[in-house]
């Protein structure tokens, strides 16, 4: 029996004709289904960066009209950060010395709904190449393809941006973040580029019918996905929480149309 043969063993003993049973799960944990579904085909919860199952990762369907690669924060920021006595710093921009706090008061926006708690998600921060946000922020692709985000204070929208800026930032092509070329291309192809991934799909009553696979994926399409705005950045990044949540996604319909067959 197949690697794939043994999955799709797994979903019709397992899943097929099932429902998601969430009753003992935080029902605030937008997670819930896919813990339940991990847990019907035999996957421990990890963050481990490796494919779920026999070579292939799994991809729960979801409601929300995009499903995620990964939550693949940046190797280095602007802000020092890191653990212990000697915190990490973005080693091009090593002689600003501004926190995490610092980070998303210059470059965040307060939530009003959140008693003003400051996040570097939504506005503030660019989510497709090439997009430049109110905020003098812009999402590109250096020359030694890596990804990042660079500031620039005459792009900076704000009106109060001299107030909110520091003296010494208050300049144009600042990296406030990047993605390593060499530490990204290795988590994407660790997870998609060995035997591909899958999906169980429900019907309208939540009732899980099909299992889906799609085809393996290497970074150089991943990359050029990124530059044709088909995968994008979405920021989740807030004050309180140390968690970057830097999840990078496609919309749901991309995700289809990578399958190459179903059960």
């Known amino acids: 029996m197949s690697d794939k043969e043994k999955i799709i063993e797994l979903f019709y003993q397992n899943i097929k004709g099932k429902k998601a049973d969430i009753s003992t799960n935080n029902q605030k944990h937008d997670g819930k289904k896919g813990h339940w579904l991990e847990t019907q085909m035999g996957i421990k919860h990890n963050g481990d960066n490796a494919p779920d199952l026999f070579g292939y990762e799994m991809k729960n369907q979801t409601t929300s009209g995009k499903i995620t690669f990964g939550d693949w924060s940046a190797d280095e920021y602007i802000y020092i950060h890191g653990r212990g006595k000697n915190p990490t710093r973005n080693s091009t921009n090593k002689n600003y010395n501004i926190t995490r706090d610092n980070f998303l008061e210059i470059f965040g926006k307060p939530n009003f709904l959140k008693n003003n708690r400051l996040s570097w998600s939504g506005i503030p ?3 497709y190449f090439g997009d430049i946000s109110p905020f003098g922020q812009a999402l590109d692709i250096d020359n030694d393809n890596n990804i990042v985000i660079i500031y620039s204070f005459s792009k900076d929208m704000r009106e109060n941006k001299s107030e909110l800026v520091p003296l010494n930032i208050q300049i144009d092509n600042l990296i406030i973040a990047k993605w390593k070329f ?18 169980c799909t429900t019907n309208k009553e939540g009732i899980y019918q099909n299992i889906s696979f799609g085809q393996a994926m290497n970074f150089d399409t991943w990359i050029k ?3 044709n705005k088909i995968v ?21 319909g991309f995700w289809h149309s990578l399958i190459i067959d179903t059960y």
């Open 125 to 127: 921060c660019p989510t």
């Open 182 to 199: 060499q530490i990204l291309k290795k988590k994407l192809e660790n997870k998609f580029n060995q035997n591909g991934w899958f999906t």
């Open 225 to 227: 996905l990124f530059k």
């Open 232 to 252: 994008f950045f979405d920021s989740g990044m807030y004050q309180g929480n140390k968690r970057p949540y830097s999840q990078w996604r496609a919309s749901t």
